[in-house]
């Protein structure tokens, strides 16, 4: 076997291997609906305090990558200190996404 037959085979492997882990971080996100009704300000932390974003349309859906405490906001489901990660540097209250519970539905942020 030629040492390019045998890089070409250890690529193909490789590529292989990253779809099927990729694949199955798809697979393990949750997208959860917003409060109907509301267009969500997504913030660049846990509280009112920090500077929004962008503000997610009437009838988004999200996905919650972490969660973490923050400033304690009343909303759509309740009141809670729970804010979720739903991106990068971007934060929304928990308390407009319909989770199912009251308590944390994803690992804590680091």
């Not at 913030?43 to 929004?52: D, E, K, L, S, V």
Request: with cysteine; proline share 4%; net charge positive.
């Amino acid at each position: 076997m030629t040492a390019l037959k045998r890089r070409s085979i250890m690529l193909l492997g490789l590529t292989s291997a990253l779809l099927m882990v990729g694949a199955a971080n798809a697979e393990a996100v949750h997208y959860y609906d917003t409060a109907p009704g509301n267009r969500l300000n997504v913030r660049r932390g846990p509280g009112t305090q920090y500077g929004i974003v962008r503000v997610l349309p009437e009838g988004a859906k999200v996905a919650i990558y972490c969660q973490t405490p923050g400033e304690t906001v009343s909303g759509y489901y309740g009141t809670s200190n729970i804010w979720d990660n739903i991106a990068n540097g971007e934060f929304v209250s928990d308390t407009y996404v319909l989770t199912g519970r009251d308590g944390y539905v994803a690992s804590r942020c680091a």
